[in-house]
């Protein structure tokens, strides 16, 4: 085993528990977009059109979550960021207080069907986890921060959670066949990612493939500052504090209907 693959001491399978979805909460930027520490912000990967085979890290040793951290993320015009619901159970936003606030006092602002323009207050699920590419002939560690919509409600399921499903997928033996908590036996996912010409939004398909990729066979060939760039899932995150939320508030509704809301605040 070389120095490079002592440096990252991977979880035991099961070790985080049990894990009906990344966004059950156990009880213990560019452009605006908030979601990752700005130390991590350029190792978000946007997948590029056609086939990218990728490789899904198990969780580190020093993680208390699974390899996908499944977030709660509030969007708007210019950026998004995270609900504090995303790493502590119960957790409340500003949105919150404003959306109670609105539905209370002036429900026909509020998004709905009948309202398409009104506010969007509420929070989207994302998935976000690290994966192995390869970049320049070498695997680069790169954070995937994807749709974990789910398709209730009609529509494609997310990036995130076809990734998500294609690991819970078992073979005819019934057992998984691309669990990235096993460092030894799980396969590489390729992800298609295509968009036809005068497509608003691309549109992605999930392939497992057949034959195991150890991870030491990837970080043997990694660089020494992609090993030292890996980190828990769950510390990559930004969490805003209220302050700033009432700032980003103003994104979505007019700052003198903000400074209403605020003042009403005990």
Request: proline share 9%.
């Amino acid at each position: 085993m070389t120095t490079k693959t002592k440096n990252i001491e991977f979880a035991t399978p099961g070790a985080q528990g049990p894990l009906a979805t990344p966004w059950d909460n156990p009880e213990h930027s560019s452009h605006g977009d908030l979601v990752l520490k700005p130390e991590f912000a350029a190792r978000k990967f946007t997948f590029p059109l056609g086939s990218t085979w990728l490789r899904l890290m198990p969780p580190l040793i020093d993680s208390n979550r699974g390899w996908m951290l499944g977030l709660h993320v509030l969007k708007y015009m210019g950026g998004q960021h995270l609900h504090p619901r995303s790493l502590k159970a119960g957790g409340k936003s500003v949105f919150d207080l404003a959306y109670a606030w609105l539905r209370e006092k002036r429900p026909g602002e509020l998004f709905c069907k009948a309202n398409m323009t009104g506010y969007k207050l509420l929070s989207k699920p994302i998935s976000l986890f690290w994966i192995l590419v390869e970049e320049g002939g070498k695997p680069v560690a790169r954070i995937v921060c994807a749709s974990g919509y789910d398709g209730s409600r009609g529509g494609t399921p997310g990036l995130g959670y076809q990734i998500w499903r294609a690991t819970q997928e078992l073979d005819e033996d019934g057992q998984l066949v691309a669990d990235p908590a096993y460092r030894t036996d799980c396969a590489q996912i390729c992800v298609e990612k295509s968009q036809p010409p005068g497509s608003k939004y691309p549109s992605y398909s999930l392939r497992v493939g057949r034959t195991p990729a150890p991870m030491d066979q990837f970080i043997d060939r990694m660089d020494l500052e992609e090993c030292a760039a890996l980190a828990p899932i769950e510390s990559v995150v930004y969490l805003p504090g209220a302050a700033e939320e009432w700032t980003l508030l103003e994104k979505v509704i007019d700052p003198a209907l903000v400074a209403e809301i605020r003042a009403s605040q005990p």
